[in-house]
């Protein structure tokens, strides 16, 4: 005699469905988590960025995008424009530099010249070289939102 509610092939059928769903939507947990820490990355970098730095810079875009590239397009009002350009799978440090009152630098670090460096329209010739590290201007940070950045760059570039 069966003490179950279910017959044993319905019983059979839910455990079977349970189960891939299960492994379903399991396997969307990663993307999930890196979705996540995308769009954190890309808060915190807009947020965190100081263009005040530079009074002659007109616009700026920074963005880590879903290919984990860490991207900066700044254009000056005289027209010339500055690219900076790494994947994560090369980063190997971030450091942090005080500076004044309201700006301190994030320091970059790639494990070769795996950061691209580009002008365009610069009177005094366009550049297209690659370099080592990367100095980020940016507003005081805590150690905690620091650390945050780090874990964010470890994880994506784990992926």
Excluded: C
């Amino acid at each position: 005699m069966q003490t179950s509610l279910l017959p044993g092939k319905h019983r059979a059928l839910i455990m079977i469905l349970i189960s891939f769903l299960g492994a379903f939507f399991g396997s969307f947990r990663p993307f999930s988590a890196e979705q996540e820490w995308i769009s954190w990355g890309n808060r915190f970098l807009n947020e965190s960025y100081d263009p005040t730095v530079e009074p002659q810079l007109k616009k700026y875009e920074i963005n880590l995008t879903a290919d984990h590239f860490i991207r900066l397009r700044k254009t000056y009002q005289q027209g010339k424009q500055e690219y900076y350009s790494f994947n994560l799978k090369r980063f190997a440090e971030l450091g942090y530099l005080p500076g004044n009152t309201l700006t301190d630098t994030l320091k970059i670090k790639t494990q070769a010249d795996d950061i691209i460096y580009q002008t365009f329209e610069d009177p005094h010739g366009d550049i297209d070289s690659m370099a080592t590290q990367w100095a980020i201007p940016v507003k005081k940070l805590s150690p905690q939102r620091l650390d945050s950045l780090k874990e964010a760059f470890s994880f994506l570039k784990g992926l």
